[in-house]
């Protein structure tokens, strides 16, 4: 499914896309929290695309931990722990591989996702980034089981984060920054559920 | 955008620096990044550290010192800082004593300290213990939520455990302390004018002439209703009815934190403090101690929030105890 070019590839789109959605994550965050994921998440991912040039001779379980560690230190907020953790976690399900396929890529992301879940105390309902997330990966390894198909799983992963994303708008956050405002949350979409969807749908793009 | 800055990504770093070059008797600058630690270290007592967002100043830099805390770590603005820049201030000002974390209550400043706490209790054996400040009324307070928001109450938790540590008290005594203030201590504020995140460039939110943002919180972001203007009476007593029903102030004594986001004239706070104090006097509950002054702001939001602290002996005798930092002087 991937190999480390690819990986670097992956790493460079994602980086891109947060960049060009930088002022649309902020502006969804501005409504119901504090207007800081896109800046943030653009901080982080321009710090990682400065240490990619490491990344060549390294093996992707390396590369996510050190994706994570970066994303840790530069994004600050819940993103940074939440992101950081996911991408570590990752990482390390992938250690040492040079070539991950469908199977393990499943695994990584379950790993992250249990990650996001257990730093952030959350599960879906509340509004977050795990309201993409959780359906994504069951889409996901659902659609794999039926139809061994990577492309059409990955799909349709990004259909359900999209579905996730719509959920999100119905509901009142109970979780983080934008849980202040009660209510009025509701309406809106979540800045973090939307990053997270925009990172899958890099993945599912390359792949 | 109208703001007195050189660039939008060296904002933090040089309000930390010019803050260090204004203050070298009481604080300096660690190389690590935006920490700002007391300029001598104290030995042999549990140290305090604080931090979160920049863009609250003085807060918290502003409050290290003799008699409060022993390093501030300032993330980006209303961002809080990441977990190695926390981790480097615990290592900095520990002197054995031990370590305690004061956590504003948001979700990235708790998974970003409590990281931070993890590293140096793992990785350099150091006794790190927190407390978590939610004194926002304004917030509906749940298990099942992020909870209540950490805003100006948090200067009370500095000054009161600050001043126990510094008696050589232990960590365990210092955290009690903490905790202590933090059951007793309740806040609410509002705004009149957002205020501009210099790197988003465009207000939390939007207000016409006439109309408040009531219950918001301390980083541009919405409160809990907008409403029309009112008096400054009108406005203090909606606030004051929220904090009092929050805990059983009756007969007891309280300090009184008048609160400025940033952009109110002192003559604002004052009127606000004239009807603050009247209240309190008709409902029995004695002043101890006020205070009215920015002490945790919002960038150059317009608006202020009221503070109230129940107090018994031992906070009252910390509360008055010395204290000697660059924003709070006790003698």
């Known amino acids: ?207 | 955008m109208k703001k007195i800055i050189n660039a939008v990504d060296q904002v933090e770093n040089q309000m930390i620096e010019g803050m260090c070059k204004a203050f070298p008797q009481y604080v300096k600058k660690l190389d690590a990044g935006n920490i700002v630690v007391r300029a001598q270290k104290k030995e042999g007592k549990v140290a305090l550290i604080s931090g979160g967002g920049s863009g609250h100043e003085p807060a918290h830099g502003g409050f290290v010192g003799k008699g409060m805390l022993d390093a501030a770590v300032a993330g980006a603005v209303f961002t809080s800082p990441t977990p190695d820049q926390v981790y480097e201030g615990i290592k900095a000002i520990d002197s054995g004593a031990g370590v305690l974390m004061v956590i504003k209550n948001y979700t990235g400043d708790v998974m970003n300290f409590e990281m931070a706490g993890d590293m140096a209790k793992d990785m350099d054996g150091i006794e790190v213990k927190q407390v978590v400040v939610n004194d926002d009324v304004a917030v509906e307070d749940s298990t099942w939520t992020t909870g209540r928001r950490g805003v100006a109450g948090t200067i009370f938790v500095h000054k009161i455990a600050g001043a126990l540590a510094e008696t050589g008290a232990s960590l365990d005594e210092v955290q009690a302390v903490a905790q202590k203030v933090i059951d007793n201590v309740r806040t609410m504020g509002m705004a009149i004018k957002p205020c501009i995140v210099p790197a988003a460039g465009t207000p939390g939110f939007e207000l016409a002439d006439d109309e408040m943002e009531i219950g918001i919180g301390i980083h541009g972001e919405p409160g809990v209703k907008k409403a029309k203007l009112e008096t400054a009476d009108e406005i203090v007593d909606q606030l004051l009815e929220k904090i009092l029903a929050d805990i059983d102030y009756a007969g007891s004594e309280v300090a009184v934190m008048i609160n400025g986001c940033g952009a109110t004239p002192l003559m604002e706070l004052f009127v606000v403090n004239n009807r603050v104090a009247d209240v309190l006097a008709d409902k029995g509950i004695k002043v101890y101690k006020t205070l009215v002054g920015e002490y945790m702001t919002s960038l150059e939001m317009e608006g202020f929030s009221i503070t109230l602290l129940r107090l018994d002996d031992q906070l009252k005798e910390l509360l008055d105890a010395e204290a000697d930092t660059p924003a709070m002087t006790v003698i």
Do not use: W
Not at chain 1, 35 to 63: C, L, S
Not at chain 1, 142 to 152: F, L, N, P, R, V
């Open chain 1, 1 to 207: 499914m991937a190999d480390v070019s690819k990986v670097i590839e992956i790493i460079k789109r994602i980086g891109a896309d947060i960049e060009a959605n930088k002022e649309f994550l902020t502006e969804l965050d501005n409504i119901i929290a504090d207007g800081d994921h896109g800046i943030n998440m653009d901080r982080g991912f321009k710090a990682v695309d400065a240490i990619i040039p490491t990344f060549e001779d390294k093996d992707i379980g390396t590369i996510l931990k050190q994706v994570g560690m970066k994303l840790l230190s530069t994004v600050g907020g819940a993103s940074g722990p939440l992101y950081g953790t996911a991408f570590m976690k990752a990482g390390a399900v992938a250690a040492g591989k040079t070539e991950v396929d469908m199977n393990d890529f499943i695994a990584m992301l379950e790993a992250g996702i249990d990650g996001v879940v257990k730093r952030g105390k959350a599960t879906t309902g509340e509004k977050t980034m795990l309201d993409s997330m959780i359906p994504a990966l069951d889409a996901i390894k659902a659609s794999y089981a039926a139809d061994q198909d990577a492309k059409k799983a990955l799909d349709a992963g990004v259909k359900a984060a999209e579905e996730g994303i719509e959920y999100t708008k119905t509901i009142k956050a109970t979780k983080g920054r934008a849980s202040y405002i009660g209510d009025r949350s509701i309406g809106h979409q979540d800045p973090g559920a939307t990053s997270f969807t925009i990172m899958l749908k890099g993945i599912a793009d390359l792949i």
